[in-house]
T-cell receptor, first 110, second 114 residues
């Protein structure tokens, strides 16, 4: 059974600090990794995609991938109250389907 | 443009009704998906279409019937649903090529079965 694991949280971070979200996956052959942000009652919004080892930065967001250790992380710098949401880690499996983590609820405290 | 459009946004239907959910994308994506999402859970895959052909049916009850009329449109026909089918129904699309498989979601249809 291919799995994606995330700490469900909630993760509470002060405004302006760095929020660090982590995800591990079981399928060693996985090649595509994604972070989605989902506000309550809304649909998932793609935040970052990463396909190769290392860091990928986009504004305040940095995705990190380590295939040897089978983990992917998302860093959010200068956290804002508007970043409060559930963050879903997803890994592309076979047949184009996404394998989802349970999501981490992030709370940014003003 | 990374837009996937779903209609309607909200739907209330009785257990004997027949209704359809619609999804449209103009990004040239060749894979389209239906997901069901319950509160505080991740999306649950229902169907995948690739090149307009059904490639995955995750053992979904026959009261849900998908249809892909062309590469831009995806429908989900609903009939004789149960109250436990109430959920957020999400459509998504993506490319089918290595290194470019980002999936984009529509805003969802909030379905309530009464």
């Amino acid at each position: 059974q291919k799995e994606v694991e995330q700490n469900s949280g909630p993760l509470s971070v002060p405004e302006g600090a760095i929020a660090s979200l982590n995800c591990t996956y079981s399928d060693r052959v996985s090649q595509s990794f994604f972070w989605y942000r989902q506000y309550s009652g809304k649909s998932p919004e793609l935040i970052m995609s990463i396909y190769s080892n290392g860091d990928k930065e986009d504004g305040r967001f940095t995705a990190q991938l380590n295939k040897a250790s089978q983990y992917v992380s998302l860093l959010i710098r200068d956290s804002q109250p508007s970043d409060s949401a559930t963050y879903l880690c997803a890994v592309r499996g076979s047949n184009y389907q996404l394998i989802w983590g349970a999501g981490t609820k992030l709370i940014i405290k003003p | 443009d990374t837009e996937v459009t779903q209609t309607p946004k909200h739907l209330v239907m009785g257990m004997t009704n027949k209704k359809s959910l619609k999804c449209e994308q103009h990004m040239g994506h060749r894979a389209m998906y239906w997901y069901k999402q319950k509160a505080k859970k991740p999306p649950e895959l229902m169907f995948v279409y690739s090149y307009e052909k059904l490639s995955i049916n995750e053992s979904v009850p026959s009261r849900f019937s998908p249809e892909c009329p062309n590469s831009s449109l995806l429908n989900l026909h609903l009939h004789a649903l149960q109250p436990e089918d109430s959920a957020l129904y999400l459509c998504a699309s993506s490319q089918i090529r290595a290194g470019d498989t980002e999936a984009f979601f529509g805003q969802g249809t909030r379905l309530t079965v009464v």
